[in-house]
């Protein structure tokens, strides 16, 4: 599971005359930007952005200075929740983690799948922040999967089609490869 857009959905939820603005959580204009919404993300804004550039790209962008207490405190709250799906939560960062729900079936009374789309709407319900999902077999087609279809996403990646999955994809959506990566892979 992945927090959607966490440090700028956290602040919109406390403050709601945010919601409607492009928000973008981060340092001065020689910062980068921690994160951003998805208003923001229209604009052509993205999280690891110097701050400078955003803002000609946004002008109009609310910057927030993180309050990475704040951060941390739902981002204990949602964990809390998560492990009441399964006690085997293995964070990540603070608003991402993987979740073994491998023979949870009869305590859930229902798939993983239902598990973690209740899941899903307890966190957004008690915490006023989404989370997208991704659904597989192991944790790095997990990963990939839980940024397929941001905000509120839920994708499954099936042992079957993962290889052809896979196939198609662009190099870059493979957890960890950065534009070095991507330029080294490109020239051979």
């Known amino acids: 599971v992945d927090c959607d857009a966490f440090y700028a959905a956290v602040e919109k939820r406390d403050n709601p005359t945010l919601a409607n603005l492009p928000v973008l959580v981060g340092g ?12 923001a993300r ?15 790209l946004c002008p109009q962008a609310v910057v927030i200075r993180p309050d990475m207490a704040k ?17 085997i939560v ?3 960062s603070i608003d991402e983690a993987f979740l ?12 993983p799948s239902r598990t973690l789309a209740a899941t899903a709407a307890e966190v957004e319900r008690k915490l006023g922040v989404t989370i997208s999902i991704g659904l597989s077999y192991n944790r790095f087609l997990a990963k990939i ?33 950065g534009r070095v990566t991507q330029t080294t892979l490109a020239a051979h």
Do not use: N
């Open 28 to 39: 001065s204009r020689r910062g980068v930007v921690m994160t951003c919404c998805y208003i």
């Open 100 to 111: 073994d729900l491998a023979g949870t079936e009869r305590v859930h009374h229902g798939r």
């Open 42 to 56: 229209r604009f052509g804004v993205r999280s690891a952005m110097p701050m400078y550039k955003a803002l000609e």
């Open 71 to 87: 951060y941390q405190a739902v981002g204990r709250e949602v964990r809390e929740i998560l492990l009441e799906a399964t006690p």
């Open 145 to 177: 999967a839980s940024g397929l279809a941001k905000p509120r996403g839920f994708s499954v990646i099936g042992r079957a089609e993962a290889t052809r999955f896979l196939a198609t994809q662009p190099v870059e959506v493979l957890w960890g490869v």
């Open 90 to 92: 293995e964070p990540l």
